[in-house]
């Protein structure tokens, strides 16, 4: 499984951005796409994620100004509104077959991925 992503880069406080990632395949009736981040000096944090289902779960600092969507059986996309400082991060996309949201822990954690893009930036400046 190959993921590639696109969107990210740099935008000031209040702007928005959107991320998308591809998937090159999948074989399992739903998976779940979404994107950690970590910015530096910090550790994984997830950020928002779906399966095929539609469900969804977001970080509870993003809520509200963070929407996912799956656009199309292989693309999954992040709309970013309303960007602080603190969201700028390297966001990395990552997929995981044969998973439904619900079944994710309350604090989703990278083993429970096993593919992952190669990273995009995100900077935001106040």
């Known amino acids: 499984v190959r993921l590639v992503e696109s969107g990210g880069g740099s935008v000031q406080a209040g702007g928005s951005l959107r991320l998308s990632c591809t998937v090159s395949e999948y074989s399992y009736a739903s998976y779940c796409s979404g994107w950690f981040r970590q910015g530096p000096d910090k550790g994984l944090e997830g950020v928002a994620f779906?399966?095929?289902?539609?469900?969804t779960r977001y970080a509870d600092d993003v809520k509200g100004r963070f929407t996912i969507s799956r656009d199309t059986d292989k693309i999954t996309s992040l709309q970013m509104d309303d960007l602080k400082p603190e969201d700028s991060s390297m966001y990395y996309c990552?997929?995981?077959?044969?998973?439904?949201?619900?079944?994710?822990?309350?604090?989703?954690?990278?083993?429970?991925?096993?593919?992952w893009g190669q990273g995009t930036q995100v900077d935001v400046s106040s």
């Open positions: 990552a997929v995981e077959m044969g998973c439904w949201v619900e079944h994710l822990h309350e604090e989703v954690s990278k083993p429970e991925f096993n593919n």
């Open positions: 779906i399966d095929s289902d539609g469900s």
